[in-house]
C-alpha cells in the first residue's frame, strides 16, 4: 500500500495500495448533469484474450503496484468542501442462496466475502492487482475500485477482470472481464488523488450477470465524514500475500493533511487499493452502504489509510457505470 510518490507518481501513501509487478435493492435516480465520466470500451476479442490471460499462476504472481504520493506532491491536490444530497443505494442479496485491531483476516462470512474480490490487469507490460467491489446497479454489472486501478500514468489499463471471492488463485465465481472501465473526470485529466475512484462494467459470463452470482452491496453518497467504518481489501505486498480478505474497522476521521479523505486506521499494504468502506456495516450478514475504496496512505504516518469522499463526482461516475 505504501510506496514513494514523487510528481509523476500515485496514491498510497500517499502510497497507493494498488499490486502489481511493480493498489436487490432500490437504485439511485438518473445521473446528474454535469461532466461525463472517462470511459475506456475493451472489444470484446480482448476480453476473451483478457480471461485466457489470467491463469492461476499468473494471478498468484500479480504483485502490488503501491503508489505513494509525497508531502509536496500531495500539497496542491486541496480541492473545495464536498456538498450535495445524501443518496444512498441499498445492498442487493444474491439470487444463490465489536471493532478489531486494524488488519486481521476476515472470517465473518457474509455476502461481503462473495461481493468482493481481486482485480487483475496488466500495467506498462507488468502483470498487476488490486481490490474491487461488487454493488447494487441497474445493468447488475457494475464494479468499483480506485481510479489507479483501471488507468494510471496516462494509461488505461488492458486485461482487466475481475475475481470475486478470489481464494489462493481460484476463481469460485468466475473472472469477470471489463466491457468498459471508467474513473472521474478529476482522475483522467490530473489524477487527482481526491477523486481517485475507479469503476468497471464487466461482461455476463456462462448468461449470467455479476450481481445474481455474488450479489452486490449498497452504496452510498454524501454521507459526511467522522463515522465507524469497516475497510476490505486483498493486500498482497509484506506482510501480506494475496491470498486472503483483510479487513480493517473503526471510527473514520477526515484528512488533516492534503486531502479531502476519510482517513482509517489500517495497515493494509499494496494489492488492497480499490477495496471498499462500508458505513453501517453488519457484521452478521456481511452487507453495508460502499461510501469509499482504499486509496492511499501518506509514508510519514504508517498505520493510517485514506479514501476518497463519496461526493457528486462520484455519484456520476457510479450513474454513468451502473447504466451502461
Not at 498510497?12 to 432500490?26: E, H, I, T, W
Request: proline share 7%; hydrophobic share 35%.
Amino acid at each position: 500500500m505504501r510506496r514513494q510518490r514523487t510528481a509523476a507518481g500515485i496514491p498510497l501513501a500517499v502510497g497507493a495500495l494498488f499490486a502489481g509487478g511493480l493498489l436487490q435493492a432500490g437504485t439511485a435516480g438518473a445521473a446528474p448533469a454535469g461532466p461525463a465520466a472517462a470511459a475506456h470500451t475493451a472489444p470484446a476479442a480482448a476480453q476473451h484474450e483478457a480471461r485466457a490471460f489470467w491463469t492461476a499462476e499468473r494471478m498468484r504472481s500479480a504483485t502490488p503496484l503501491d503508489l505513494l504520493l509525497t508531502e509536496q506532491a500531495a500539497g496542491h491536490l486541496k480541492s473545495p468542501p464536498h456538498t450535495g444530497r445524501p443518496v444512498s443505494v441499498a445492498p442487493t442479496r444474491p439470487a444463490l442462496a465489536s471493532f478489531p485491531q486494524a488488519g486481521g483476516p476476515w472470517t465473518g462470512g457474509g455476502a461481503v466475502v462473495r461481493t468482493s474480490g481481486r482485480v487483475f490487469f496488466t500495467f506498462q507490460g507488468r502483470t498487476a492487482s488490486c481490490t474491487g467491489d461488487a454493488v447494487t446497479s441497474q445493468n447488475a454489472s457494475t464494479v468499483l475500485t480506485a481510479g489507479h486501478c483501471v488507468k494510471y500514468q496516462g494509461s488505461w489499463h488492458t486485461n482487466w477482470v475481475f475475481v470475486p471471492g478470489y481464494d489462493n488463485g481460484n476463481a469460485p465465481y468466475g473472472q469477470w472481464t471489463a466491457a468498459k472501465t471508467l474513473t472521474t473526470p478529476q482522475w483522467e485529466a490530473s489524477e487527482d488523488i481526491n477523486y481517485d475512484v475507479g469503476a468497471a462494467v464487466v461482461t455476463p459470463l456462462n448468461g449470467r450477470t455479476l450481481t445474481s452470482v455474488v450479489g452486490a452491496q449498497g452504496v452510498q453518497f454524501n454521507g459526511g465524514y467522522n463515522k465507524p467504518m469497516h475497510s476490505f481489501g486483498f493486500p498482497a505486498a509484506s506482510p501480506y500475500d494475496g491470498t486472503k480478505l483483510i479487513y480493517c474497522s473503526g471510527n473514520s476521521s477526515k484528512d488533516f493533511l492534503f486531502s479531502q479523505d476519510h482517513g482509517l486506521g489500517c495497515n493494509m499494504t499494496g494489492g488492497s487499493s480499490g477495496g471498499p468502506w462500508f458505513t453501517g456495516f453488519d457484521e452478521a450478514s456481511g452487507t453495508g452502504l460502499q461510501a469509499s475504496v482504499n486509496s492511499f496512505g501518506y509514508t510519514f504516518l504508517p498505520n493510517r489509510m485514506f479514501g476518497p469522499y463519496f461526493g457528486d463526482v462520484v455519484k456520476a461516475l457510479y450513474d454513468q457505470a451502473r447504466t451502461s
